[in-house]
């Protein structure tokens, strides 16, 4: 059983446009919400990070945004570029990360 | 400033042989997780090790598992008689003490494939 649901398994956004990648939980002993972006052969790489207690985190093009209350959380990339083309993780941690099954973004130039 | 470090970073197994991977966490770093990630899937929670202790073995595999964090050296996951299913990327990471907000840092991966 997926604790965390993420949608959608895949986008195709132009340059400069934005990716929106969704979230879902229900383990309400989460206390940490990060993002991670993984490219082809590679480990995973935290990309940003939130708590609950937190509304919304922005740092450069990529920004997440939290609903406590309908435990929903979503990572925005702005000015998408040719090379945000991966796969990004949403993970909730409370002792462990769970991971949400992906997303692979593609941004075409 | 090493990060997570992981070897072998390819290894092929004939069915039936044993495959040790091994993980060296970040310095400072006593928490030690094993994920497990099959083509084109996400990641999936193995083991969550401290220095000689196993915190949480909920994901693995009942037989032929097993992982250890001993009090010199890395973390070595075993996987004895490998089977085709096993082929997959096995990725270790680690943090330092545990709590809100403490970063859990991923290697490079090791990836197994089982001929």
């Known amino acids: 059983q997926q604790q965390v649901k993420q949608s959608p398994q895949s986008l195709i956004v132009q340059k400069g446009g934005i990716s929106i990648i969704n979230c879902a939980y229900e383990?309400?002993?989460?206390?940490?919400f990060p993002w991670y972006q993984q490219f082809p052969g590679k480990g995973p790489a935290l990309l940003i990070a939130?708590?609950?207690?937190?509304s919304e985190k922005k740092e450069g093009r990529f920004t997440i945004s939290f609903n406590k209350s309908a435990k929903q959380f979503s990572l925005h990339i702005m000015d998408s570029q040719p090379g945000d083309s991966a796969t990004y993780f949403c993970a909730a941690d409370d002792y462990k990360l769970s991971f949400g099954a992906g997303t692979t973004v593609t941004v075409r130039a | 400033n090493a990060g997570v470090m992981q070897n072998p970073r390819h290894l092929v197994r004939r069915r039936g042989q044993e495959a040790r991977l091994r993980c060296s966490p970040m310095k400072g770093h006593s928490h030690v997780y094993w994920y497990r990630q099959l083509p084109e899937e996400g990641l999936k929670f193995m083991v969550y090790l401290q220095k000689e202790n196993i915190i949480d073995e909920s994901g693995m595999p009942k037989e032929r598992f097993s992982a250890e964090f001993p009090k010199e050296g890395p973390s070595i996951l075993r996987i004895q008689q490998v089977v085709r299913g096993d082929s997959a990327a096995y990725f270790c990471a680690s943090s330092g003490d545990r709590g809100p907000g403490n970063t859990i840092y991923f290697g490079e991966g090791s990836w197994l494939t089982v001929v």
């Open positions: 939130i708590r609950p207690d937190v």
């Open positions: 383990n309400t002993a989460f206390d940490y």
